[in-house]
């Protein structure tokens, strides 16, 4: 058995984000679990850049309004309760809203491949 103190809260690195997002890590993974577990609040507009993980990713809404798109998929709009399940290697990428705050607790067990930031055109979609 292991006990890990809480760590303090980080902004997340602009490499991976757009916007302002913060990040609490509340597993790290390791040799007694592989499970990384975070809560990530995202300001509204901020999001993620295109990413995938080795061994896929869940997401539980905790608060607010947030979207996410898997790559070639429509935008989907996600509130508070809601699960998302990206699988093994699947391109995605998650956010909030232009209007709301959107809290999410990330659950990965394999690393995070990042890609290109998500656009405004993206992100907006072909209305906007």
Same mark, same amino acid.
């Given at each position: 058995?292991?006990?890990n103190k809480r760590q303090p809260t980080i902004? @997340?690195?602009? =490499?991976?984000?757009? @916007?302002? *997002? $913060?990040? =609490?890590?509340? +597993?790290? !993974? !390791?040799?007694?679990s592989p499970l990384s577990v975070g809560s990530?609040?995202?300001?509204?507009? +901020?999001?993620?850049?295109?990413h995938s993980h080795r @061994?896929?990713?869940?997401? $539980?809404?905790?608060?607010?309004? @947030?979207? *996410?798109?898997a790559h070639d998929g429509e935008v989907l709009e996600v509130t508070s309760g809601? *699960? *998302?399940v990206s699988g093994d290697g699947e391109l995605h990428w998650h956010g909030a809203t232009p209007d709301y705050y959107m809290?999410?607790?990330?659950?990965?067990?394999g690393e995070a491949t990042w890609g290109q930031h998500?656009? =405004? +055109?993206? $992100?907006?979609?072909?209305s906007k």
């Open positions: 058995m292991e006990l902004k @997340g690195p602009s =490499d991976w984000f757009t @916007g302002d *997002v $913060y990040l =609490d890590r509340l +597993a790290n !993974g !390791g040799e007694l990530v609040h995202f300001t509204p507009g +901020a999001r993620t850049a295109w @061994g896929g990713q869940t997401l $539980y809404v905790t608060e607010g309004k @947030g979207l *996410v798109q809601d *699960v *998302v809290t999410h607790i990330s659950m990965t067990i998500v656009t =405004d +055109a993206q $992100y907006f979609g072909p």
